[in-house]
């Protein structure tokens, strides 16, 4: 049957009003992203969930409808019902039929994190057979390996876990974080998240590479106490979960988090002075990773 695909250009402050007309108009689905991609007037966006944040300030506004139906008056009707002005017109394209997950599987190609580290997806052979491979269903968790903060978690564990660590992956998403610490030697890994969806997630990939990782809900206890705890999160629920990682973590044992941004980094490690002495550790495209060592607030 096919898709058509009507995009139009608005001021940013309008996008949202926009795609609400048009999904009420019969769009099946719309999707909002920086008309200005890819030039020198193309605008980074970064935020915790939940902030305020303005939208570009020219934005594509982009709705999928069916292939029989009239797509363009569609878009006219949204733009009346919204006021909305656009800008340069819309413009209306036919979508054939296609094989989605064979299209979305091309997405994903194995990822070197690291040194020895390699995340392959399912339906490719490693690139290294005798690296450590990592392999991984990408999915509606997050922890692909196309991250920067994934890649700085996972190339700080190559460097700092010692064979025999027991380790704790504080929202571990797909259970990346664990996995590949069980791979690289340690004697155990706790992964703990509060989305039911992650938590499968962690379970499917750990037992597609053989590891005996718990998956434990965050709102359950976690017995015992590691000497890494790690968490690629977000700046404002590290700076909350502080009291809870270092409680976590044995004395001198390693706290890493990740999720933060180079601007974010002095808030996190405030908040963890009565706890960890921590640092920036390592930086990639505006992220970084701070890691340091637990103890009694008197020794930090």
């Not at 689905?29 to 969930?49: I, K, N, R, V, Y």
């Not at 962690?202 to 106490?225: F, H, Q, W």
């Not at 002095?266 to 390592?282: C, G, H, K, N, Q």
């Amino acid at each position: 049957m096919g898709w058509q695909r009507v995009e139009l250009v608005v001021a940013g402050e309008d996008a949202e009003a926009l795609a609400e007309a048009l999904e009420a108009a019969g769009a099946i689905s719309t999707e909002l992203s920086d008309a200005d991609a890819g030039t020198p007037g193309e605008s980074a966006m970064f935020a915790e969930p939940g902030a305020d944040m303005a939208l570009w300030p020219r934005c594509r506004v982009s709705a999928l409808f069916a292939g029989d139906a009239d797509a363009a008056r569609a878009a006219g009707e949204a733009l009346d019902a919204s006021g909305v002005a656009s800008i340069g017109g819309a413009s209306v394209e036919r979508v054939e039929d296609a094989d989605w997950v064979a299209l979305t599987q091309r997405q994903f190609e194995p990822i070197r994190a690291g040194e020895r580290l390699w995340i392959v997806p399912t339906w490719h052979q490693p690139p290294e057979p005798g690296a450590v491979n990592i392999v991984l269903d990408p999915g509606a968790a997050f922890g692909t390996g196309s991250h920067p903060t994934t890649r700085l978690c996972l190339a700080w564990l190559e460097r700092n876990l010692r064979r025999g660590d027991a380790v704790i992956d504080y929202g571990c998403g797909s259970g990346i974080l664990a996995i590949a610490a069980l791979k690289l030697g340690a004697a155990s890994a706790v992964a703990t998240d509060i989305d039911p969806l992650a938590l499968e997630a962690a379970r499917y990939n750990s037992a597609r590479n053989g590891v005996a990782l718990a998956v434990v809900d965050a709102k359950t206890e976690i017995e015992g106490r590691a000497q890494v705890t790690i968490a690629n999160i977000l700046a404002n629920p590290l700076r909350m979960l502080a009291p809870i990682l270092a409680s976590h973590t044995r004395p001198g044992g390693w706290i890493a988090l990740s999720g933060i941004l180079e601007d974010q980094a002095e808030d996190v490690i405030a908040s963890y002075a009565p706890f960890a002495r921590l640092a920036v550790d390592s930086r990639e495209a505006g992220w970084v990773l701070i890691a340091g060592r637990a103890g009694p607030k008197n020794e930090c």
